[in-house]
Protein backbone atom coordinates (compact mmCIF):
# COMPACT_ATOMS: atom_id res chain seq x y z
CA UNK A 1 0.00 0.00 0.00
CA UNK A 2 1.25 3.66 -0.98
CA UNK A 3 1.71 6.05 2.06
CA UNK A 4 1.76 9.82 0.47
CA UNK A 5 3.37 11.74 3.95
CA UNK A 6 2.80 15.44 4.52
CA UNK A 7 3.58 17.71 7.78
CA UNK A 8 2.06 17.55 10.98
CA UNK A 9 -0.11 20.97 11.52
CA UNK A 10 2.31 24.35 10.40
CA UNK A 11 1.78 27.92 11.26
CA UNK A 12 3.44 30.70 9.30
CA UNK A 13 3.02 34.54 10.08
CA UNK A 14 1.41 37.00 7.66
CA UNK A 15 4.31 37.59 5.00
CA UNK A 16 6.06 34.93 5.45
CA UNK A 17 7.08 32.07 3.67
CA UNK A 18 6.25 28.39 3.92
CA UNK A 19 7.48 25.31 1.99
CA UNK A 20 4.94 22.42 2.50
CA UNK A 21 5.88 19.01 1.24
CA UNK A 22 4.86 15.74 0.02
CA UNK A 23 6.68 12.49 0.00
CA UNK A 24 6.59 8.69 -0.18
CA UNK A 25 6.82 6.75 2.66
CA UNK A 26 8.54 4.48 0.16
CA UNK A 27 10.88 5.81 -2.74
CA UNK A 28 11.00 9.25 -4.38
CA UNK A 29 8.77 11.80 -5.53
CA UNK A 30 9.64 12.86 -8.71
CA UNK A 31 7.91 14.78 -11.78
CA UNK A 32 6.66 11.53 -12.92
CA UNK A 33 4.19 11.07 -10.45
CA UNK A 34 2.65 14.70 -11.72
CA UNK A 35 2.24 16.32 -7.94
CA UNK A 36 -0.53 18.58 -7.71
CA UNK A 37 -2.05 20.39 -4.70
CA UNK A 38 -5.46 21.54 -3.70
CA UNK A 39 -6.24 24.01 -0.57
CA UNK A 40 -9.60 23.47 1.34
CA UNK A 41 -11.48 25.45 3.74
CA UNK A 42 -14.09 24.23 5.95
CA UNK A 43 -17.30 23.31 4.24
CA UNK A 44 -16.00 23.95 1.15
CA UNK A 45 -14.76 21.58 -2.01
CA UNK A 46 -10.79 21.67 -2.29
CA UNK A 47 -9.49 24.32 -4.99
CA UNK A 48 -6.52 22.95 -7.04
CA UNK A 49 -3.30 25.42 -6.80
CA UNK A 50 -0.24 23.62 -8.23
CA UNK A 51 -0.33 20.62 -10.83
CA UNK A 52 2.37 18.67 -12.91
CA UNK A 53 4.87 19.68 -10.08
CA UNK A 54 5.07 23.56 -10.88
CA UNK A 55 2.23 24.75 -12.91
CA UNK A 56 -0.02 27.30 -11.34
CA UNK A 57 -3.95 26.56 -11.88
CA UNK A 58 -5.83 29.42 -13.84
CA UNK A 59 -6.25 31.82 -10.93
CA UNK A 60 -4.35 31.08 -8.60
CA UNK A 61 -1.63 34.14 -7.01
CA UNK A 62 1.79 34.14 -8.37
CA UNK A 63 2.67 33.51 -4.25
CA UNK A 64 1.85 29.62 -4.74
CA UNK A 65 4.57 27.91 -6.25
CA UNK A 66 5.64 24.10 -6.77
CA UNK A 67 8.59 22.34 -6.90
CA UNK A 68 10.84 19.01 -6.16
CA UNK A 69 12.75 19.72 -3.45
CA UNK A 70 15.54 16.60 -2.40
CA UNK A 71 12.94 13.44 -2.77
CA UNK A 72 9.86 15.12 -2.38
CA UNK A 73 7.30 17.44 -4.02
CA UNK A 74 7.68 20.81 -2.45
CA UNK A 75 4.44 23.54 -2.19
CA UNK A 76 6.03 27.04 -1.73
CA UNK A 77 3.69 29.97 -0.10
CA UNK A 78 5.54 33.16 -0.61
CA UNK A 79 3.77 36.20 1.46
CA UNK A 80 1.31 34.03 3.22
CA UNK A 81 -1.78 36.23 3.84
CA UNK A 82 -4.63 35.45 5.98
CA UNK A 83 -6.66 33.49 3.83
CA UNK A 84 -3.97 30.93 3.72
CA UNK A 85 -5.46 29.57 6.63
CA UNK A 86 -6.41 26.55 5.29
CA UNK A 87 -6.11 22.62 4.75
CA UNK A 88 -3.81 22.03 2.17
CA UNK A 89 -3.47 18.31 0.05
CA UNK A 90 -1.11 16.86 -2.45
CA UNK A 91 -1.80 13.74 -4.69
CA UNK A 92 0.29 11.77 -6.58
CA UNK A 93 -0.26 9.37 -9.29
CA UNK A 94 1.73 6.79 -8.31
CA UNK A 95 0.77 3.79 -10.83
CA UNK A 96 -1.34 3.51 -13.61
CA UNK A 97 -4.73 4.76 -13.22
CA UNK A 98 -4.06 5.22 -9.32
CA UNK A 99 -3.80 8.31 -7.55
CA UNK A 100 -2.94 8.43 -3.37
CA UNK A 101 -3.14 11.93 -1.59
CA UNK A 102 -1.36 13.03 1.23
CA UNK A 103 -3.00 13.48 4.53
CA UNK A 104 -3.08 16.90 4.47
CA UNK A 105 -1.39 19.69 6.37
CA UNK A 106 -3.09 22.39 8.20
CA UNK A 107 -1.85 25.43 7.98
CA UNK A 108 -2.33 28.58 10.43
CA UNK A 109 -1.59 31.81 9.27
CA UNK A 110 -0.64 33.88 12.90
CA UNK B 1 -18.51 28.04 -16.52
CA UNK B 2 -17.43 24.06 -15.96
CA UNK B 3 -20.01 22.98 -13.24
CA UNK B 4 -20.39 19.44 -11.37
CA UNK B 5 -23.32 18.83 -9.45
CA UNK B 6 -23.64 15.61 -7.30
CA UNK B 7 -26.47 14.04 -5.67
CA UNK B 8 -27.95 10.99 -4.09
CA UNK B 9 -26.17 10.62 -0.48
CA UNK B 10 -28.18 9.55 2.03
CA UNK B 11 -28.41 8.09 5.14
CA UNK B 12 -28.28 4.15 4.33
CA UNK B 13 -27.83 0.97 6.61
CA UNK B 14 -24.70 -1.27 6.55
CA UNK B 15 -24.82 -3.77 3.53
CA UNK B 16 -27.23 -1.28 2.20
CA UNK B 17 -26.52 0.36 -1.92
CA UNK B 18 -26.42 3.32 -3.25
CA UNK B 19 -26.09 5.46 -6.49
CA UNK B 20 -24.90 8.60 -6.44
CA UNK B 21 -24.54 11.04 -9.35
CA UNK B 22 -22.55 14.25 -10.63
CA UNK B 23 -24.35 15.97 -13.38
CA UNK B 24 -22.34 18.31 -15.50
CA UNK B 25 -23.19 21.60 -17.34
CA UNK B 26 -21.68 23.80 -19.33
CA UNK B 27 -19.21 20.89 -20.83
CA UNK B 28 -20.02 17.28 -22.39
CA UNK B 29 -18.83 14.94 -19.73
CA UNK B 30 -18.31 12.11 -21.92
CA UNK B 31 -15.43 14.17 -23.26
CA UNK B 32 -13.67 14.30 -20.08
CA UNK B 33 -11.89 12.40 -17.26
CA UNK B 34 -14.31 11.89 -14.51
CA UNK B 35 -13.05 11.13 -10.98
CA UNK B 36 -14.94 10.49 -7.50
CA UNK B 37 -13.14 11.26 -4.30
CA UNK B 38 -14.16 11.22 -0.61
CA UNK B 39 -13.57 12.68 2.64
CA UNK B 40 -14.57 11.41 5.88
CA UNK B 41 -15.63 13.29 8.58
CA UNK B 42 -12.46 15.29 9.94
CA UNK B 43 -10.39 13.27 7.30
CA UNK B 44 -8.37 13.96 4.62
CA UNK B 45 -9.32 13.03 0.74
CA UNK B 46 -9.23 9.59 -0.97
CA UNK B 47 -9.00 8.98 -5.01
CA UNK B 48 -11.72 6.24 -5.44
CA UNK B 49 -12.41 5.94 -8.64
CA UNK B 50 -11.99 7.54 -12.83
CA UNK B 51 -14.05 7.07 -16.01
CA UNK B 52 -12.40 7.81 -19.11
CA UNK B 53 -13.74 9.50 -22.49
CA UNK B 54 -13.56 6.11 -23.82
CA UNK B 55 -16.03 4.44 -20.97
CA UNK B 56 -12.85 2.81 -18.99
CA UNK B 57 -12.89 2.44 -15.40
CA UNK B 58 -10.46 2.40 -12.70
CA UNK B 59 -10.29 1.67 -9.17
CA UNK B 60 -8.94 2.09 -5.86
CA UNK B 61 -7.81 -1.17 -4.09
CA UNK B 62 -9.72 -0.12 -1.02
CA UNK B 63 -13.37 -0.02 -3.13
CA UNK B 64 -12.74 -2.30 -5.98
CA UNK B 65 -15.24 -4.65 -6.28
CA UNK B 66 -17.76 -2.79 -4.01
CA UNK B 67 -18.46 0.36 -5.87
CA UNK B 68 -18.32 0.64 -9.75
CA UNK B 69 -18.75 3.83 -12.09
CA UNK B 70 -20.99 4.47 -15.14
CA UNK B 71 -22.04 6.95 -17.74
CA UNK B 72 -25.43 8.13 -19.05
CA UNK B 73 -24.07 10.31 -22.13
CA UNK B 74 -27.72 11.77 -22.66
CA UNK B 75 -28.05 12.94 -18.94
CA UNK B 76 -24.55 13.99 -19.21
CA UNK B 77 -24.16 12.41 -16.03
CA UNK B 78 -21.75 9.81 -14.28
CA UNK B 79 -22.80 7.86 -11.72
CA UNK B 80 -20.73 5.84 -8.69
CA UNK B 81 -22.67 2.95 -7.38
CA UNK B 82 -21.82 2.02 -4.01
CA UNK B 83 -22.73 -2.05 -2.87
CA UNK B 84 -22.18 -3.73 0.63
CA UNK B 85 -21.70 -0.30 2.43
CA UNK B 86 -19.51 0.05 5.53
CA UNK B 87 -20.01 2.34 8.37
CA UNK B 88 -16.31 3.51 7.06
CA UNK B 89 -17.57 4.95 3.60
CA UNK B 90 -19.63 7.48 5.80
CA UNK B 91 -17.73 10.60 4.19
CA UNK B 92 -18.73 13.18 1.41
CA UNK B 93 -18.63 12.04 -2.36
CA UNK B 94 -17.31 15.16 -4.89
CA UNK B 95 -17.03 14.70 -8.05
CA UNK B 96 -14.13 16.31 -10.10
CA UNK B 97 -13.15 16.40 -13.87
CA UNK B 98 -9.30 14.94 -14.53
CA UNK B 99 -6.87 16.27 -16.51
CA UNK B 100 -3.51 16.62 -17.19
CA UNK B 101 -3.17 14.39 -13.93
CA UNK B 102 -4.88 16.63 -11.57
CA UNK B 103 -8.41 17.13 -10.55
CA UNK B 104 -9.51 20.15 -11.51
CA UNK B 105 -13.38 21.19 -11.39
CA UNK B 106 -14.84 19.83 -8.37
CA UNK B 107 -18.67 19.48 -7.35
CA UNK B 108 -19.77 20.95 -4.21
CA UNK B 109 -20.07 16.84 -2.75
CA UNK B 110 -22.56 14.51 -1.71
CA UNK B 111 -23.17 12.93 1.98
CA UNK B 112 -23.06 9.48 2.55
CA UNK B 113 -24.15 8.22 6.03
CA UNK B 114 -23.73 4.36 6.81
CA UNK B 115 -24.90 3.97 10.02
CA UNK B 116 -28.04 1.65 11.91
Known amino acids: QTVVTQEPPFSVSPGGTVTLTCGLRSGSVSTNNHPSWYRQTPGQAPRTLIYNTDIRSSGVPDRFSGSILGNKAALTITGAQAEDDSDYYCVLYVSSYNWVFGGGTRLTVL | EVQLVESGGDLIQPGGSLRLSCAGSAFIVSSKHVSWVRQAPGKGLEWLSI???????YYADSVKGRFSVSRDDPKNTVFLQLDSLRAEDTAMYYC??????????WGQGTLVTVSS
Open chain 2, 96 to 105: ATTADYRFEF
Open chain 2, 51 to 57: IYPAGST
